[in-house]
């Protein structure tokens, strides 16, 4: 902050001088004055202009010796004041030693009245402390007040602690005018700055004014019962604020004037009771004049804003827009999971399917099975079952001759047949409902998707709540001669994100960020978009790292393998692995076990629950008619913190390998499309250095005897990379099946390590 020539330097430095007067005035010879010089020397108050007021406002002691002390302490912490700028350094801790420094002269030469009543206790040297102690304190209730009002006040709501710091400081401040002027004066003063309140605010704030104003005369008096007035004239002005202006001010006044002459305010000369009447009725009169619309200019100016500043608001709508971005593209894939499951209704195959479980039942162990089937027999079969499929049942009429004719049992045929029929008819309704329902949710998920992205792509800035932090960081940046003028810290990882030249020395800036954060950050990404600035990326890399590996065998006589597994990064600090089984093997089991992949890593790039996961592919899978069913291993592995929360649906066992153990993850649930009410076996477990994790899909857990034999085999391993235990565990099960595949075999492995 410096000195210039505008009105609002003018004022700031205007208001300083008056209140460093009132402090000296609040206890007499206790310079509570220091604590808001020093706390103005912090906030960054112009070197020269503040001392010197400091030092002119000291003249209200009446007393040199106070005035040179008070020139000592002007003189010394601007001194200090004056290094710290210049080596680009800021003061924390240390400024408690400093005005320690400042005040033990103070503690030494001051003058001391005394204190009557205390006898024994009466000492000067440590009332004179006591006092010191008390301008220690009151300099950090100064600072937190200072600091508001200056720095934050017009941007985000002042915090209940620095709420209470202005109110101490007012408080101190308010001591002093009473001091200086009395109680007459005061209370007329007190009457019109309630007025103001009142009418700004328009709000119970009036009465915390009214508490603030009333605490100086209690303090002086030791009397409580101007709390007790100051707090019903704030009420009754609230009351009468809605019936005009002039209205409210001549009730606060009144009451005010009620007041001062029952507490012995106008025992005094004639002259001085015309001076205090005169100067109640100009503070009364003049907060009425503003119109309401004037009072709600200065309330949206000097108030509290509802809004935060543009910068933040940016920042926090990009990242809206990026969460959102993301959980459209869930939706996205809900869509096409139900389209890639959708089938179209094959009537022609589904009569096929009539006749030949017409003819198993009825012709096989028919002594004429092999006559019939050199004539037109089967040809009244088709008659029939289109026959039957429009009217919905079949009787004796409708039988074709190519039956009648040929057929023995032509009353089994029909008996059967009508049977099918109804079965054939459910088919039908089922498979249409289960068709429309899929269409339905495939749609509703694409309007979903389409409206989330069209937010994000509205949405599409950044926030920060580390604003402080990224001041810091700037200023450390500059000391060290790296411009910066840009730099945001976004997300719980701290990502920081600046705004340098393209020459800068990349270097510095990270040497400086682990200084300055206490973390190792390393750069992500960097974007020149002209010659002379880059956008650089910094983030804190993760304690651990994972390999991975992967092992597997198809089932013979099948082109593909029914299981899917999967190893993603969540964000630069987490990863997912998972393993789907789905049932069966082929083409179909494929189909299955990849849309729940694909529907996991969605669903976790987005960061949803778990839950949320598991359930909406549990609904997809049992949407359809036919059995679709997928064993799932899920883990999700923190590299900060080593923790993994696994879960389990159907699945064999998962196993952590140690160097001198195993730890078995069991699964007590079915698996997914199953059970409409989904139950996973949930847990999570503390990697260490070293550990690996395998998944293992019943193919494989089949080959072995029994669990115990797979973990004797596998306690027989030494620690390995998690590519060589891949292949080992797949290579031991193939033998054990002497090189037959039965089932789909797949092993998943990642080992977690340390960097």
Partial sequence: MSVKLNVKSVILYAVYAVVLVLMNKALEGVPLSLGLYFAMLLCGANIIATPLLYVAASAVHL?????????????????VTFIYRRTKRKIR???????????????????????????ALNNEFALKAIAAVAVAAFS???????????????????KEEELVCCGVVFTATGTGLYNLI???????????????????????????????????????????????AYVASAVFVLLFSKAGRFVAGAVGGGLAAVYCYFSGGYDCSAVLIVFKALLLFCCVLLPTLPSDAFCKKIKSALLVKEVLPDTAVTRSRRRTSEKLYRISEVFREIECAFNALDEDINEKSARDRILEDLKEKCCKD?????????????????????????????SLIDLPSEITVNCSDASGVLKRLNSLIAEYRRFMTEAENAKSGRALLAEQARGVAEVMKSCAVELCKSYSEYSELEE?????????????????????????????????????????????TQRRYILKDKLCYDNEKCSLVF???????????????????????????????????????????????????????????????????????????LNTINKLLSFNRDERF?????????????????????????????????????????????????????????????????????????????????????QELKPLNPQSLADKILADALARTSQTVTDDMTVLCTRIFEK
């Fill in 140 to 158: 950090f209730f100064c600072f937190r007040t200072v600091y508001a009002l200056l720095f934050r006040v017009y941007r985000c709501r002042l």
């Fill in 182 to 228: 009395g109680f007459g004066f005061y209370t007329a003063v007190a009457a019109g700055l309630l007025i103001i309140c009142v009418r700004v605010a328009r709000s119970p704030a009036a009465v915390i004014t009214a508490l603030v104003l009333a605490a100086p005369p209690s303090l002086v008096t030791f009397n409580p019962s101007p709390l007790t």
């Fill in 539 to 613: 983030c804190a890399p993760p304690r651990l790292d994972a390999a991975f590996g992967v092992a597997y065998a198809i089932k013979k006589g099948e082109k593909v393998s029914g299981d899917t597994h999967s190893v993603i990064k969540i964000n630069e600090h987490s990863f997912l692995m998972a393993l789907s089984d789905g049932m069966g093997s082929g083409e179909y089991a494929k189909k299955v076990s990849s849309t729940a992949i694909s529907l996991i890593e969605a669903f976790y790039r987005a960061e949803m629950p778990e839950g949320t996961v």
């Fill in 366 to 394: 028919c002594d004429k099975n092999k006559k019939c089937a050199k004539t037109n027999v089967y040809t009244g079969f088709k008659k029939l079952i289109d026959t039957g499929s429009v009217k919905g049942k079949v």
């Fill in 63 to 79: 007393n040199y010796i106070l005035t040179l002390l008070s020139l000592f302490e002007a003189g010394f912490l601007c001194a």
């Fill in 472 to 516: 810091l960081i700037k200023v450390k940046l500059s000391a060290n001669g790296i411009p910066c003028p840009e730099l945001y810290v976004n997300g719980e990882d701290m990502e920081i994100t600046a705004v340098t030249s393209a020459n800068t020395n990349l270097k510095a800036i990270t040497r400086t960020l682990a200084e300055t």
């Fill in 630 to 714: 997928t064993c799932i291993d899920i883990a999700a592995v923190n590299l900060n913190t080593g923790i993994a929360n696994f879960v389990k649906i159907g699945s064999p066992a998962g196993i952590i390998v140690r160097e001198n153990e195993i730890k078995v993850l069991e699964s007590q649930s079915l698996p997914l499309g199953i059970l409409d009410n989904l139950r996973p076996t949930v847990c999570s477990e503390q990697l260490k250095n070293g550990d690996i994790v395998v998944f293992m899909s019943d193919g494989i857990t089949s080959a072995f005897p029994s669990q115990t034999d797979l973990y004797a085999f596998l």
């Fill in 93 to 119: 801790f240390e400024a408690a030693a400093y005005l320690a420094i400042s005040l033990s002269l103070y503690i030494v030469f001051a003058p001391w009245k005394g204190i009557e009543g205390l006898g």
